[in-house]
């Protein structure tokens, strides 16, 4: 029997990560092929799509790099995590 999926860690994460799905889309590329351009491992380009992981800085801007978009475009309006 497959594993539940593993629930976003906040609106916050789960947002950013569709902003990169889309992108990532827009760009027709592959998990892999994003992950090789951004410079981290695929595993973690799909745990930020599906909002598990609360990233960097760092690694923001490496996503904004890898998938030519500015990194504010890809923050902006995030809602804070509850308290």
Do not use: C
Not at 17 to 25: D, P, S, T
Not at 57 to 67: M, P, S, T, V, Y
């Amino acid at each position: 029997m497959p594993t539940p999926a593993k629930a976003p860690l906040s609106d916050a994460t789960r947002i950013f990560g569709e902003r990169v799905l889309a992108r990532r889309n827009q760009l027709g590329l592959s998990q892999e092929k994003a992950a090789e351009l951004i410079g981290l491992h695929w595993t973690y380009v799909g745990q930020v799509e599906r909002g598990q992981r609360n990233l960097t800085l760092h690694n923001i801007l490496k996503f904004a790099e890898g998938l030519t978009i500015d990194a504010g475009k890809l923050v902006n309006g995030l809602p804070l995590p509850p308290q």
